[in-house]
């Protein structure tokens, strides 16, 4: 009787114990870490994204910036104003529209103004700031964005003026403040040329 008695002792003593995995589970260090790896999940995503909109925003930045090319100024280096008008078969070109605007940090026309140039750095030629809308000008062709070309041919020319006095070249001119620029195209004569050199004179000069 009294061995009986010792054997249910012994059975209740080998009684099976909590899984160790069930007492993890109840552990602090098992919840802090369950909890740690949620927010891991969490953070880990959100970084990546961010990052990737970082890469993305300094690539279209970069695809912006504008290098000055080797004879330019540092930008801000020269802040100079004149007056100008392109007139093609007695037509005046509108450099106030939306797609001529600021097209060069170097020398633009702004503020949906089209008769006043402005020169950001020194050294930069008037050439730039045609090159900067898809135009060219040479000395004896003007080119439009859409490639149409006027060249001077003998009956038709292009003809330019700088203060009222004629000059070969204007490509590389670089303005000077208070300058007045006229390039025109067409058979004009010398009463025409003039009016248009009078109105130009009489243009406002926006600073």
Known sequence: MK??????????????LTPRKERDDRSYFAVTRKRRNRNLMI?????????????YAVTVYSGHLERPRQNFGPLGSEHVHAAFAVKINGEKLDFSQEKYQVKSQYIHVENNDGNTLHRHATGVPVGEFFASLGMNVTD????????????SNGNSNL???????????????VLKEDDRILIVYGNKNAMETQQDLDALRLAEIKK
Do not use: Q, R, W
Request: glycine letters at 4%.
């Open 140 to 151: 004896s062709c003007f080119t439009l964005e859409n490639k149409t070309s006027y060249c």
């Open 159 to 173: 003809e330019f003026y700088v203060n009222g006095n004629k000059t070969n070249s204007i490509a590389n001119y």
């Open 3 to 16: 061995h009986n008695k010792k054997k249910d002792n012994n059975t209740k003593k080998d009684k099976p």
């Open 43 to 55: 953070i880990v995503p959100a970084v990546i994204v961010l990052l990737g909109i970082m890469a």
